[in-house]
């Protein structure tokens, strides 16, 4: 069975920690998308690892992960990582695959990133990885990949720099690059976890181009990005947190940037610990979007929602989600595709009465305060998506479904 994980919103819902959790019952982990762009972050007991560019399921034991073809690989990050979560006790050796057809990251790509965005007349505040670099490259044809390094004509047409760069490299990627297709084939009985990077609304089709990034961020790339086709995929959940963050610049329609509710704001950042796992950055924060929930529950085919920080809440009086948008005076109920309508409209915004109790203290559905699953069934009516589990705290154990994951819908 292959399940797909993706962020419902514009990336850090806490897609990591649900990958985590659901490797447990995986055979392979295969992330689809982005580069080092991404970060997740994972607590189990008292250890915090960060991955950027290995997929969140290698902190599972004795689980493979592999690396898709969908993904823009930095090699020199990605031996770093492996080298730091080895320093944390994880033993990565024979479990990590790399797929031949992925396209690397070069080192000069990361400074050409930073120069392009400081040129444009609409910077995108990229977090200068060399992600739109890559991918540019592949797109244009002019891409290096895995399988590249032993391609004589592609070798020897890279500068000398660049050569010797990567040779170190080389002789490490040897023995964990695969061709994908054939590995997945191979592997085609088992249960695969597809994981995605960023959100929705960053992909490079379904986001608010062009303050996106630059690769499939939507249910569809696993398809492609992990190397199976479309119809090999069963089941896709999308995890989305309780309110709405941010970072980089763009259009954020219920971005809380008035009075009060830049008060809320700075509470949820520190409450979420909402600074960037990448960069550092802090998270624009604003009040949940249902309008733009709907249209990612669409463009992902979602089967279902993993509703994350929604304990955040606890001991609130109530909690304002938007339900329309306001655009020239007139009220709209979908997500424009015109980034200055996107800017311009205002949020509908409908509050929602709070809850006595704790959703940080639920383990079961049962458990969460009536309040609580009244706010859930006003998503799940608004969204027409079921919520089929919920992250209710950093740790592994603050985790339960609803619905079982690992059944074909
Ligand atoms: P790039 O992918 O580094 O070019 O960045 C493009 C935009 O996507 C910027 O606004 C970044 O802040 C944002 N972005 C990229 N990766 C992530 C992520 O993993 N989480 C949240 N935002 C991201």
Redesign the pocket.
Known sequence: MNLVVVGAQ???EGKGKMVDYFSEDADLVVRFS?GA???HTIKVEDKTFAVHLIPAGIISPGKTVVLGNGMVIDPASMFEELAKIASQGIDWEGRVVVSDRAHLVLPGYKSE?RTIDEHRARP??????G??VAYGKKASRDGVRVADLWDPVVWNALSKSDRDWLEPFKERLASMKVNLADFMMANQDKRILLEG???AL?DLDHGTYP????GISTSAGAAIGASIGPRRIDKCLGVLKAYQT?????PFPTEMVDGNDVVLADKLRELGHEY?V??GRPRRIGFLDLVALKYSGWVNSLDGFILSHLNLYDGFESLSVCTAYELDGEEIDYFPSNIADLERVKPVLQTLPGWEGKVADARTWEDMPGGAQKVVEFIEEFTGVPVHGYSVGPLRKETFMKEEPWTVS
């Not at 995108?124 to 990885?129: D, E, F, Q, W």
């Not at 941010?246 to 763009?250: D, I, L, S, Y």
Request: neutral net charge.
């Open positions: 514009w990336g850090d982005g762009n991404a970060g990133d995108i505040g990229t977090t200068g990885r992600i739109g990077a960023q959100g960053l303050y996106v990034s630059s941010r970072v980089g610049n763009g960037g990448t960069t």
